[in-house]
């Protein structure tokens, strides 16, 4: 490949797997414990702010439980993008930190951070590890209850889109790993990164939903083929 044009690679839960954080959709996923109608909508939240702080402030209390760490997926891809000397974005829709602490640098987290909060009254957002149902009060604006998770939920515009559209028109390589293909605009970003004449290939446990639409495809855990792939 031609070390001049651009990869993009795109992660979901699956990369997360390995290291102890449930995906979404698997059998013993987060929505085949909770309806996601109950908890990842605005409406939700509209209807019942604490069911919706309780559910993110359990999962966030559980990422930041010692024993879940980066794993060799997390780490390849870091080690990747600092020897590959052409443009890089690495696109997540996981709202855990573990390509932060992996060392990634050119990172976009279109789904949110569950370690970051925002307030609805002054627009703060920032690092909040705190639990957000005891209605603590902004660390900008004093003002409390007005604090929600900084994670993006059905029917809203995920983040740093125009960032993401540019690096995929200009993309000669689209990786997408561990990603069902069901949620959309990320499932559409195949599509994209094809019509820029991007090469497509998919790494995932196995055939996603969108797998015909990749040139293609490695199969088996993240922690083996995302190291096998990259190395
Ligand atoms: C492994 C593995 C291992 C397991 N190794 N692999 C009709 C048509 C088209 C669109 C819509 C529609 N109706 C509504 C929409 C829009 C809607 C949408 O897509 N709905 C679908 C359900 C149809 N989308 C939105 O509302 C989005 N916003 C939007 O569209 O704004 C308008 C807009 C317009 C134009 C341009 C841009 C925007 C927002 C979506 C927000 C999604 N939010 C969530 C929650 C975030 C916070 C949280 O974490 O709680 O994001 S939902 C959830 O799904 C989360 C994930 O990021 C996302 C994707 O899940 P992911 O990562 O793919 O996980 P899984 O579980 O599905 O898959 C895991 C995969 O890993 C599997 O394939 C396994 O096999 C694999 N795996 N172990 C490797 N060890």
Known sequence: MDRNSGIVVLTGAGISRES??????????????????????????????????AFYDARRRGLMDPAIQPNAAHRALAAFESRWPGPFLLVTQNIDDLHDRAGSKSLVHMHGELLKAR???????GVHRGDLASHPPCPNCGIPTTLRPHVVWFGEMPLEMERITHALSTCGLFISIGTSGNVYPAANFVAEARTAGALTVELNLEESAGAAHFHDGEYGPATTVVPDYLD
């Open 119 to 125: 307030c609805l009254h002054c627009r703060w957002v």
């Open 20 to 53: 102890g954080l449930h995906t979404f959709r698997d059998a013993d996923g987060i929505w085949a414990k909770v309806r996601l109608e109950d908890v990842a909508t605005p409406e939700a939240f509209a209807r019942d702010p604490d069911r919706v702080q």
